[in-house]
């Protein structure tokens, strides 16, 4: 009767052992979608940050400017149509050169720093200028950034407006 000590035998049956794995195995996965995820939301956050950034700082330039003796400069002329403020595909102006009219020869993807041509230039910034709007002698500025995340690949943007 070696091995046997009280009628039982000592150590771990085989479905023991199993069932131990297989709660281990759920207790993983379940860490490394919650990883994935967190990973995911840091992505979106970092990239949502950078393009506010851009738009924040685009808007505070062509304030500026609104606010100078010389504010029919060509960053703040409007193309004529005043209810285009959100208008993605034909905007105002765009990024790249903001002394020219929206072109495509403009229409390229910058960094957070504004630069182009960078493994991170995922961003389009556009603005949209209506004048008289809402009033007589006021413009409303628009300022849209988009981009296309790196992670998902879906398409996300920012918008500002203000009054000058």
């Given at each position: 009767?070696?091995?046997?000590?009280?009628?039982?035998?000592?150590?771990?049956?085989?479905?023991?052992?199993?069932?131990?794995?297989?709660?281990?195995?759920?207790?993983?996965?379940?860490?490394?979608?919650?990883?994935w995820t967190t990973t995911k939301g840091t992505s979106y956050s970092r990239e949502l940050n950078r393009a506010t950034f851009l738009a924040q700082s685009r808007m505070e330039n062509l304030k500026q400017i609104g606010l100078s003796l010389d504010s029919q400069k060509l960053p703040l002329r409007d193309?004529?149509?005043?209810?285009?403020?959100?208008?993605?595909?034909?905007?105002?102006?765009?990024?790249?050169?903001?002394?020219?009219?929206?072109?495509?020869?403009?229409?390229?993807?910058?960094?957070?720093?504004?630069?182009?041509?960078?493994?991170?230039?995922?961003?389009?910034?556009?603005?949209?200028?209506?004048?008289?709007?809402?009033?007589?002698?006021?413009?409303?500025?628009?300022?849209?950034?988009?981009?296309?995340?790196?992670?998902?690949?879906?398409?996300?943007?920012?918008?500002?407006?203000?009054?000058?």
């Amino acid at each position: 009767m070696s091995g046997i000590k009280g009628g039982y035998e000592q150590g771990f049956t085989l479905i023991e052992v199993l069932v131990a794995m297989v709660v281990l195995l759920i207790g993983v996965l379940g860490w490394v979608g919650f990883s994935w995820t967190t990973t995911k939301g840091t992505s979106y956050s970092r990239e949502l940050n950078r393009a506010t950034f851009l738009a924040q700082s685009r808007m505070e330039n062509l304030k500026q400017i609104g606010l100078s003796l010389d504010s029919q400069k060509l960053p703040l002329r409007d193309d004529g149509n005043t209810n285009d403020l959100m208008e993605i595909n034909a905007p105002d102006h765009i990024n790249a050169d903001p002394n020219t009219v929206n072109s495509a020869q403009t229409n390229l993807a910058i960094n957070a720093e504004g630069q182009t041509g960078q493994p991170d230039s995922i961003y389009f910034l556009m603005w949209n200028i209506a004048d008289n709007c809402p009033v007589q002698g006021a413009k409303t500025l628009s300022v849209i950034v988009r981009w296309r995340s790196q992670l998902d690949g879906n398409n996300h943007q920012v918008f500002l407006q203000t009054i000058l």
